[in-house]
């Protein structure tokens, strides 16, 4: 059989078909859709924005935006739904030096690209003005980026769609953001800021097939859950390949290991597992730094306390 003689019917027939059977599963194109849920008179809606960033490297510091991609959306603060697509926004901009040929391989971004252009900072302000939340997938990294180059970032309440999302619970192996996508039936490009928005709004309205809630809404539950960052002070040198399995990362400004937790049940866990396992019962005092929305995610420090173990 060609299936370049059948039309779009009949190969859609057949990848119906195939999906049905039990040894096969059949990816779908991305395709970016406007509607979601029909909203209904009198329901209160609220603003979020979907953010993605391609850059001239991984430094917040030393490298620099060149492709901003922003998806406004309306949703349903209570049940998580998406309603409809508000604007669409993605701009490319000039860094005034040539792009590393190792990014460009990453998002194909070239110097002739971006060459004499600039991104709208009236306009990004303008779409982030009343959103209630900023989303990104890897937040971390996407956060200190755009509020080096836009304040008003800082001012939002921010969430990140693999961090604030426990996705092993949710019995997926893979935060990847394809990977994700993929579960659901669809794959895409990956790598553009828009593409890369489409994606995560996508996955946004998705039932998480554990918690059977979408997952938007539990993004959003984050927001009310206290976080902190643990700081594993003064820790032992041979206890980090402890640490770093237990989820711990290094930072080497402060010379320190560190981790995020949600909610003090998590803590407390915590607290007691490095007084038994990393300082052996020994006396010492760790760091605690707390969390909120307009923070996290950031290279912006929160509240920090200091506990005795």
Known sequence: MNLTELSEQDIASLADALSQHPHYRVLRRLIPRHSFVPS???QVLHKAVVLDTETTGLSAQDDQVIELGM?????????????????????????????????????????????????????????IADASVIIAH????????????????????????????????????????????QTQGMFYEAHRAETDCWALLELLNAQLPQSQQPALLKLLESLNQPQ??????????????????????????????HRQLGGDKALQEELSWLKNKVYQGKRAT????TLGGLVRHSARQG??????L
């Open 138 to 181: 890897n937040a971390a990294f996407d956060r200190p980026f755009v509020e080096n180059r836009w304040p008003g970032f800082e001012n939002k309440q921010w969430v990140c769609s693999i961090k604030d999302i426990d996705w092993k619970s949710e019995g997926v192996g893979s935060a990847k953001l394809e990977y994700l996508l």
């Open 40 to 42: 209904v008179p009198g």
């Open 71 to 127: 998806i406004a959306f309306e949703f349903d603060p209570v049940a998580g739904t998406i309603h409809r697509v508000l604007e669409v926004f993605d701009e490319l901009e000039d860094p005034g030096r040539p792009i590393p040929p190792e990014t460009t391989q990453v998002h194909h971004i070239t110097d002739e690209m971006v060459r004499g252009k600039r991104i709208d900072d009236t306009q990004v302000e303008k779409i």
């Open 228 to 257: 902190v960052r643990l700081y594993a002070t003064g820790s032992p040198f041979d206890s980090k390949d402890l640490l770093k399995a237990r989820g711990y990362r290094w930072a080497p400004e402060i010379k320190c290991w």
């Open 286 to 289: 760790v760091d605690i730094e």
């Open 303 to 308: 509240h920090k306390t200091t506990q005795a």
